[in-house]
């Protein structure tokens, strides 16, 4: 190699390695003079039992226009039965709802310039402070099919209803979390955690066991009457 060639190059990466340090002192500086915090995202999960359950099945038959009135008077005793078979289920009479019959049009069964055909239909809702019990039901309705009974029922929906004082017990666990997060990056960097500066919240995901489909928005799963509530809190520390 020429002399002249190798003592350019050598200059060349000695400069490279001044700027190299210059913009790792910057760095350092930076960190520790604008603020000198460090914020971290901590979590908390526990798991819990719905408390109260929603579910609303339908009763529907089969009509055309000039027989609606006679099908919703049968629709009507159908209503009647499945209501019978709650309270004799041990759901409580003013914990039923119904909803007015509907008559819709049937679009599937008139495609060949037949007569109208409809669908007549009334909706039972129950509410429940037993969602064992609804589940159940869930389960056994399918028994009023053997009286000729066309139900058709909806998933069964689960709630917490102590959710607002799980959020406030798991934000402190969430917030205790992310200090021992930061403890460790920390520590990586041989800086310690020192008082807490500030610290947020975030949403609560209400989620069935063993999932993972969190939103940044918070969700809520009620498919089950088992559940995992997580809280996530953002803190931030002052670091020295």
């Known amino acids: ?56 099945v339908s009763v529907t038959r089969s009509a055309y226009a000039d027989s609606i009135a006679s099908t919703q008077t049968k629709v009507a005793a159908d209503s009647q039965q499945v209501q019978d078979f709650f309270t004799s289920n041990g759901i409580d009479k003013e914990n039923i709802t119904t909803s007015p019959i509907f008559a819709d049009q049937d679009y599937s069964k008139n495609q060949n310039g037949g007569p109208t055909a409809y669908n007549v239909r009334q909706d039972i809702t129950v509410q429940s402070k037993d969602p064992q019990l609804v589940q159940k039901l869930s389960k056994d309705i399918s028994q009023l099919a053997g009286k000729g009974i066309l139900v058709s029922s909806q998933m069964p929906q689960y709630y917490v209803s102590t ?59 009620t498919s089950t009457i088992d559940k995992q509530v997580m809280v996530t809190a953002r803190a931030t520390f002052y670091i020295r």
């Open 1 to 56: 190699m020429n002399p002249r060639s190798y003592v350019v190059e050598s200059i060349i990466i000695g400069l490279g390695l001044i700027a190299s340090a210059a913009v790792a002192a910057y760095a350092f500086y930076a960190v520790h003079t604008l603020g000198n915090t460090l914020s971290v995202t901590g979590s908390a999960t526990q798991s819990v039992q719905a408390d109260s359950a929603k579910w609303t």
């Open 163 to 221: 959710l607002p004082d799980i959020r406030i017990a798991l934000i402190g666990k969430a917030v205790t979390d992310a200090k021992a997060r930061a403890t460790e990056i920390a520590k990586s960097t041989g800086q310690k955690v020192g008082a807490l500066q500030s610290a947020s919240g975030g949403v609560v995901q209400v989620l069935s066991p063993n999932s993972g489909d969190v939103s940044d928005y918070g969700s809520y799963d």
